[in-house]
């Protein structure tokens, strides 16, 4: 097969995920102020209950799966093997997983009084097994994944404006989506329907999955504890107002993490083909510059989330959604901890077969998370959610540091680590003058200015101080100009 273009794979992810930061930017505000606090609460609790039943369905295929198509794609009859035994596990633990959830929301008596919520989004249980994206971005057809992304959140944003009008609409809200999930996973089947129906002579050979899944299963496992616990927490020990602030604090964190991370997403089946050829050199020069991307995004996004996040809030969910504030400021952080925790992890002992060092790390923050949001919530709802979240993900990160330098010796940019914090110290610098100089009742004057100054300051310096990454953007973009002229 021939090797996809890895500009075009990250190009193309740019724009799924710059897409999925726009329309956010178009429903979030929309949704918050129709369904309030109360009603963004419980979609967001009923979402993150039923990820822990996804998630078992799942067992551990969509991360699984993209490194092992990335390494069986030049085979035809590998491939067409390797996908079909997948999608039979996943019809098997997809029908468990939904049974185990039936029998869950029928005891409980919190989840009851929603049930019809529940069942709504619990579509998503056996949508993710047709899903397959683990396939494409195996096969680094990330164009295909980005049409189809885009053509069906068009479509959700749309129904979202024609059909959700009042608070008591939350459940419309979450039809909207199943509904957008269905289209895009019938999709996917169809398109992989050659390679799922393809004659096979061999009987399935599902054992030989089993030991690699159940060490990628409880790596997913132990994530989503810590990714979800705080928002299943709070739905139980506190309300489901508490579960709209939060969520509105981490759909903004989440958002530009998003951004961040995207590139990510397009190396690991990359460098995955890098080890499976021997092609450690490659390998190197590639960590070394997701390393210095995630660096030159995270800094200054984190700075900006910490002191704009007041600003943010009221543009993004209005002004109910205040007693976030708070909470974005804690979790601003997160967006450098995670991105790093990806490096680490994902790009690193993951390729290298370390998944155990994962799941270990995982473990560890999911150990915190639980904890501390089991003291935290109770005393200060979402805000001990919001301080759970931060120490779970630099524990995380800590444990992650440790374990790496046993495998693989990181080289750290620090001349352009030097040049970043520069950049984003002058930047801050620039947003705390603006809010000394212009009052909170012109909220919208600052964001004008916010935004767009404090992004030409950054890469201006960055520039100037002769950063590597942001002088190649630059001569690429006079070489087009001079070309056109």
Not at 123 to 146: C, F, H, K, N, R
Request: aromatic fraction near 12%; hydrophobic fraction near 55%; charged fraction near 15%.
């Amino acid at each position: 097969m021939k090797q996809k273009s890895l500009k075009l794979n990250a190009a193309m992810n740019m724009i799924k995920v710059a897409a999925g930061m726009l329309f956010p930017l178009i429903t979030f505000p929309y949704t918050s102020r129709v369904l309030g606090p109360e009603g963004t609460g419980k979609v967001n609790f009923a979402t993150s209950f039923v990820a822990y039943f996804t998630l078992l369905a799942s067992v551990g295929i969509p991360l699984y799966g993209i490194r092992e198509v990335a390494k069986v794609r030049d085979d035809k009859v590998a491939l067409s093997g390797l996908v079909q035994e997948l999608l039979a596990l996943h019809g098997i633990t997809t029908v468990i997983s939904f049974v185990a959830f039936l029998v869950t929301i029928s005891l409980n008596q919190k989840v009851h009084a929603e049930s019809l919520l529940f069942l709504i989004v619990s579509a998503s249980i056996p949508l993710s097994m047709l899903t397959m994206d683990w396939l494409y971005q195996g096969l680094e057809d990330y164009v295909y994944i980005t049409v189809r992304s885009l053509a069906f959140t068009a479509l959700s944003v749309v129904a979202l404006f024609l059909f959700v009008h009042h608070e008591g609409d939350y459940w419309i809200n979450a039809v909207i989506s199943v509904v957008a999930s269905l289209g895009s996973s019938v999709l996917n089947f169809w398109n992989a329907r050659k390679i799922v129906f393809a004659p096979r002579e061999q009987p399935l050979d599902l054992k030989r999955h089993l030991k690699p899944l159940s060490v990628v299963y409880a790596l997913n496992f132990i994530i989503s504890i810590y990714v979800n616990l705080d928002t299943v927490m709070l739905g139980f020990l506190a309300t489901a107002k508490s579960v709209g602030y939060y969520a509105s604090s981490m759909k903004l964190t989440k958002m530009l993490l998003s951004l961040v991370t995207s590139f990510g997403a397009v190396l690991l089946p990359r460098l995955s083909w890098y080890l499976a050829n021997d092609k450690r050199d490659e390998f190197d020069r590639m960590l070394r510059k997701s390393l210095g991307v995630v660096l030159l995004l995270c800094l200054p996004i984190t700075a900006a989330l910490m002191l704009m996040n007041r600003e943010i809030l009221l543009v993004f969910a209005g002004a109910r959604y205040l007693p976030a504030a708070s909470c974005v400021q804690i979790t601003a952080p997160v967006i450098l901890f995670i991105a790093l925790t990806n490096i680490f992890g994902i790009q690193v002992l993951y390729p290298l077969g370390r998944e155990k060092d994962v799941v270990l790390s995982v473990a560890f923050g999911a150990v915190v998370s639980a904890v501390l949001n089991a003291i935290l919530i109770p005393r200060w709802a979402h805000f001990g959610a919001a301080w759970a979240t931060f120490w779970a993900e630099c524990a995380v990160l800590v444990v992650q540091l440790v374990l790496v330098r046993r495998h693989y010796r990181i080289t750290w940019p620090w001349s352009n680590i030097v040049k970043y914090a520069l950049a984003a110290a002058a930047m801050s610098g620039f947003l705390i003058l603006i809010r000394h100089q212009v009052p909170e009742a012109r909220l919208w004057l600052r964001i004008v200015l916010d935004v767009p100054l404090g992004a030409a300051i950054y890469v201006s310096l960055l520039f100037v101080l002769r950063e590597e990454f942001v002088g190649e953007v630059f001569a690429k973009l006079k070489g087009c100009f001079t070309r056109s002229a």
